[in-house]
């Protein structure tokens, strides 16, 4: 159980565009997803917080503009990367929490993203 | 300081042997504490989840929480070449808070 799903796995774009990855729960209800981002030989980085059907909660220096976040479903959220520059080149990771009971957060298998 | 600290190894341990990880904190009121394994290029998964001090025990896996000491620890038993991840210690204050990580430790088991 506890499964997360995370699509793409890999995303390769040019700069300027925009990119979409979706984070969903597949076998559970998540009233809590979140999303990290994780350079390389370092620890997870919290992005933001996304709460079901309520604006997500960013991270100082986070810019929001930059990494729309949405949850419209208690089994979807998505990150959308605007305008993508070279620097945004990074492994994107969302996790979600169980709405029931506390649990710990269950992480997607990650996107890679490249811009070039 | 940061709020949980973990040596980032390499651990190189031989086929067989004890892996033994640890991580120390400061913020006494972490109360939910997990360990999770991560392959390169893939998310973390999650092997270990505790909330009390004391040890819980999975298969090869081992976990201790000593809170008097902000300390705690995983014991990989019998370790194989496929156990070579990473190894991140979490925890948590509450419920609904953010989780802490440490900077993880890559752990070779060689064969």
């Given at each position: 159980?506890?499964?997360?799903?995370?699509?793409?796995?890999?995303?390769?774009?040019?700069?300027?565009?925009?990119?979409?990855?979706?984070?969903?729960?597949?076998?559970?209800?998540?009233?809590?997803?979140?999303?990290?981002?994780?350079?390389?030989?370092?620890?997870?980085?919290?992005?933001?917080?996304?709460?079901?059907?309520?604006?997500?909660?960013?991270?100082?220096?986070?810019?929001?503009?930059?990494?729309?976040?949405?949850?419209?479903?208690?089994?979807?959220?998505?990150?959308?990367?605007?305008?993508?520059?070279?620097?945004?080149?990074?492994?994107?990771?969302?996790?979600?929490?169980?709405?029931?009971?506390?649990?710990?957060?269950?992480?997607?298998?990650?996107?890679?993203?490249?811009?070039? | 300081?940061?709020?949980?600290?973990?040596?980032?190894?390499?651990?190189?341990?031989?086929?067989?042997?004890i892996v033994s990880l640890n991580c120390t904190y400061s913020n006494s009121a972490f109360q939910y504490f997990m360990w999770y394994r991560q392959y390169s290029r893939k998310g973390p998964e999650l092997l270990m989840y505790t909330y009390?001090?004391?040890?819980?025990?999975?298969?090869?896996?081992?976990?201790?929480?000593?809170?008097?000491?902000?300390?705690?620890?995983?014991?990989?038993?019998?370790?194989?070449?496929?156990?070579?991840?990473?190894?991140?210690?979490?925890?948590?204050?509450?419920?609904?808070?953010?989780?802490?990580?440490?900077?993880?430790?890559?752990?070779?088991?060689?064969?």
């Amino acid at each position: 159980g506890a499964v997360v799903s995370q699509h793409p796995s890999r995303v390769i774009c040019k700069s300027g565009t925009s990119v979409k990855i979706e984070c969903r729960s597949l076998d559970f209800q998540a009233t809590t997803m979140f999303w990290y981002r994780q350079f390389p030989k370092q620890s997870l980085m919290l992005m933001a917080t996304s709460n079901e059907g309520s604006k997500a909660t960013y991270e100082q220096g986070v810019e929001k503009d930059k990494f729309l976040i949405n949850h419209a479903s208690l089994t979807l959220s998505t990150l959308t990367v605007t305008s993508a520059h070279p620097e945004d080149s990074s492994f994107y990771i969302c996790s979600a929490r169980d709405r029931d009971t506390y649990q710990p957060q269950h992480f997607g298998d990650g996107t890679r993203l490249s811009i070039l | 300081q940061k709020e949980v600290e973990q040596d980032p190894g390499p651990l190189s341990v031989p086929e067989g042997a004890i892996v033994s990880l640890n991580c120390t904190y400061s913020n006494s009121a972490f109360q939910y504490f997990m360990w999770y394994r991560q392959y390169s290029r893939k998310g973390p998964e999650l092997l270990m989840y505790t909330y009390s001090s004391g040890n819980k025990e999975d298969g090869r896996f081992t976990a201790q929480v000593d809170k008097s000491s902000k300390y705690i620890s995983l014991f990989i038993r019998d370790s194989q070449p496929s156990d070579s991840a990473t190894y991140l210690c979490a925890m948590i204050e509450d419920s609904w808070g953010k989780l802490q990580f440490g900077a993880g430790t890559q752990v070779v088991v060689t064969p």
